[in-house]
């Protein structure tokens, strides 16, 4: 025997009729707080800062890849003799 119940009900309801607790007041009340932040994070970034911040970080690890290639070029030609033509 197979029986099946259809209920048509909203989630409000649903969620009254089981009990559970309203939580919309609490994720509304953490999404207003969080956009808050953000947007006073926002007014608080200056471009030159952050490129100041970010640049010599960047740039130290283009130079730390440059060498990484110079390394691994120069292991493989070591076996070869050198021309005095390349650098």
Known sequence: ???SIDI???PEEARRFLGLPDVQP???AVMDRLQQQIVKN???MD???MIDT???LGL???GDLQKLFLNQFMA???GRPADKDRR
């Open 8 to 10: 048509d009900c909203t």
């Open 1 to 3: 025997m197979k029986v």
């Open 42 to 44: 926002i007014e608080t």
């Open 60 to 62: 130290q690890n283009l």
């Open 76 to 78: 493989g030609t070591a």
């Open 54 to 56: 970010w640049l010599p």
């Open 26 to 28: 609490m994720q509304q």
């Open 47 to 49: 471009p030159k800062v």
